[in-house]
């Protein structure tokens, strides 16, 4: 809780009095509420005529701790007029009651902007605090920051439907408030490269109705700020238009500035124009401030067609680079694949090489083995046939023709069997069949299975026979 000691303090701050006694019969009048006598005071403050200050400014005069003027311009054409000295503590004291009751009645108005205002630090007020700030970037809160922008938005469309119900009748011409908060209208400008035009509207100022119908509402000059501004307009009544009516230190209204950004999240206030003007005085200042910020805005669009263009090589560039290193990679893939491929085929023929020389060891192992087996059987039966007999009359002499034209004859006792010729014909290698019979052409007698326990005798083969091998 923030105790008297310390509410007189924010309020001598705020209200820039002295004296302590005054602030604090205020605050007594106000029963210690420090927003409800602030907004009274100021409210009373801004519509004495005795408090009206004029609105020139010299060129090197800082506007705030967080404003960074980069120039600072007469306000107006006029020469300025001379004011009496500020009421001094009798006539403040006098006027109490009358600012109780008007700060009462105005007790909206100023309440919820004080309360972010004091909350933020009153003796320094930087405009990152509205948005403007280190916070209020990337490094914030992102809650936090997506609740202020919503909330100021918000304020921003109702000053933009209510200044357009009060002064917006049917064919009538008026700026075109953005409806976003003063940092997002701040950035808007920055990037559309034109300076920002603020009006700071009171509602109960009695020369507000007429500055907005003649002048803001006029159809030349909304047109001209329409086409050279972006316009952002806040009420003393919202947070942010009060904010921004202390962060600009008005003094009088109808209140209206020129501003740009500048370094580390600042602004520059480049005018002001204070007090009821008319359409030509403010074209005359507004076109004053155009042709004086013009370098500045040219330099910043060519900075940023160059930024942009630089972006755009990099990003061609990029490409490109991408581009030709996805087809090496293409390339480098095709040839590892054509590799592989070559690498498959060389493996599938040695495969396949080896399975044929292997099938070939394989086929002449067997025939050898064949042969071999052959042989051996050819040696065996010859062994059985024993020695060839000498003729005589229990001989018998055999003639074999083979299908190749060959013949052999030998000699075999009567009693042999049919099946000694078949082993005589398998000893002698002749054939590459093993499946063969023995026949007589006349008469044609086959010498089969069925025949062969039978004796040569017997088969009618003696003495002589001639017999010729057929294939089956």
């Known amino acids: 809780m923030v105790d008297s000691a310390d509410k007189l303090a924010y309020f001598q701050a705020i209200t820039g009095l002295e004296d302590p006694d005054l602030c604090t019969q205020i605050l007594q009048a106000h029963n210690w509420d420090l927003e409800l006598a602030v907004s009274s005071f100021t409210s009373n403050h801004n519509n004495d005529p005795l408090s009206s200050t004029s609105s020139t400014a010299t060129t090197t005069t800082a506007v705030e701790p967080s404003i960074s003027p980069v120039h600072r311009y007469d306000s107006t054409a006029i020469a300025p007029v001379a004011h009496p000295p500020?009421?001094?503590?009798?006539?403040?004291?006098?006027?109490?009651?009358?600012?109780?009751?008007?700060?009462?009645?105005?007790?909206?108005?100023?309440?919820?902007?004080?309360?972010?205002?004091?909350?933020?630090?009153?003796?320094?007020?930087?405009?990152?605090?509205?948005?403007?700030?280190?916070?209020?970037?990337?490094?914030?809160?992102?809650?936090?920051?997506?609740?202020?922008?919503?909330?100021?938005?918000?304020?921003?469309?109702?000053?933009?439907?209510?200044?357009?119900?009060?002064?917006?009748g049917s064919g009538s011409s008026m700026p075109n408030f953005v409806g976003e908060?003063?940092?997002?209208?701040?950035?808007?400008?920055?990037?559309?490269?034109?300076?920002?035009?603020?009006?700071?509207?009171?509602?109960?100022?009695?020369?507000?109705?007429?500055?907005?119908?003649?002048?803001?509402?006029?159809?030349?000059?909304?047109?001209?700020?329409?086409?050279?501004?972006?316009?952002?307009?806040?009420?003393?009544?919202?947070?942010?238009?009060?904010?921004?009516?202390?962060s600009l230190k008005a003094s009088r209204f109808p209140f209206c500035a020129v501003v740009m950004p500048a370094t580390n999240q600042r602004i520059a206030l480049l005018q002001q124009v204070e007090g009821p003007k008319s359409p030509e005085e403010m074209l005359v200042t507004l076109q004053?401030?155009?042709?004086?910020?013009?370098?500045?805005?040219?330099?910043?669009?060519?900075?940023?067609?160059?930024?942009?263009?630089?972006?755009?090589?990099?990003?061609?560039?990029?490409?490109?680079?991408?581009?030709?290193?996805?087809?090496?990679?293409?390339?480098?893939?095709?040839?590892?694949?054509?590799?592989?491929?070559?690498?498959?085929?060389?493996?599938?023929?040695?495969?396949?090489?080896?399975?044929?020389e292997e099938a070939q060891e394989r086929a002449a192992?067997?025939?050898?083995?064949?042969?071999a087996a052959l042989a051996r059987m050819r040696q065996e039966k010859a062994l059985l046939l024993g020695a060839e007999p000498e003729k005589g009359p229990n001989v018998t002499q055999v003639l074999v023709r083979f299908p190749t034209g060959e013949r052999k004859e030998r000699r075999f006792?009567?009693?042999?069997?049919?099946?000694?010729?078949y082993d005589y014909v398998d000893s002698l290698g002749c054939l590459d069949v093993e499946n063969y019979s023995l026949v007589s052409n006349f008469p044609r007698v086959v010498y089969g299975t069925d025949k062969l326990s039978l004796s040569l005798k017997e088969a009618g083969l003696h003495p002589q026979a001639g017999l010729f091998v057929e294939l089956n």
């Open 86 to 168: 500020p009421p001094g503590l009798t006539w403040k004291i006098i006027t109490l009651p009358i600012s109780i009751i008007s700060g009462s009645l105005r007790l909206l108005s100023g309440a919820v902007g004080f309360g972010f205002w004091a909350a933020g630090g009153i003796l320094s007020y930087p405009l990152g605090f509205i948005g403007l700030g280190s916070n209020s970037g990337r490094g914030g809160d992102s809650s936090a920051q997506l609740v202020t922008v919503s909330a100021a938005s918000r304020e921003a469309l109702g000053f933009v439907a209510q200044f357009e119900r009060d002064y917006g």
């Open 181 to 246: 908060g003063f940092m997002d209208a701040l950035t808007r400008s920055r990037d559309s490269f034109k300076l920002l035009f603020v009006y700071l509207h009171s509602p109960d100022h009695p020369d507000t109705p007429a500055f907005c119908e003649g002048t803001l509402c006029s159809e030349v000059f909304s047109a001209f700020v329409n086409e050279n501004f972006v316009a952002w307009g806040g009420s003393l009544r919202g947070s942010e238009g009060f904010k921004m009516s202390n």
């Open 288 to 356: 004053r401030v155009l042709e004086e910020s013009a370098p500045v805005l040219v330099a910043a669009r060519l900075e940023a067609e160059e930024r942009t263009t630089n972006i755009r090589l990099r990003e061609e560039q990029d490409a490109a680079y991408r581009a030709a290193l996805e087809a090496d990679q293409a390339r480098e893939q095709q040839l590892r694949e054509e590799q592989e491929r070559l690498e498959r085929e060389a493996a599938e023929a040695e495969r396949k090489r080896k399975e044929e």
């Open 365 to 371: 192992r067997e025939a050898a083995e064949k042969e």
């Open 413 to 421: 006792h009567s009693t042999a069997t049919i099946q000694s010729l």
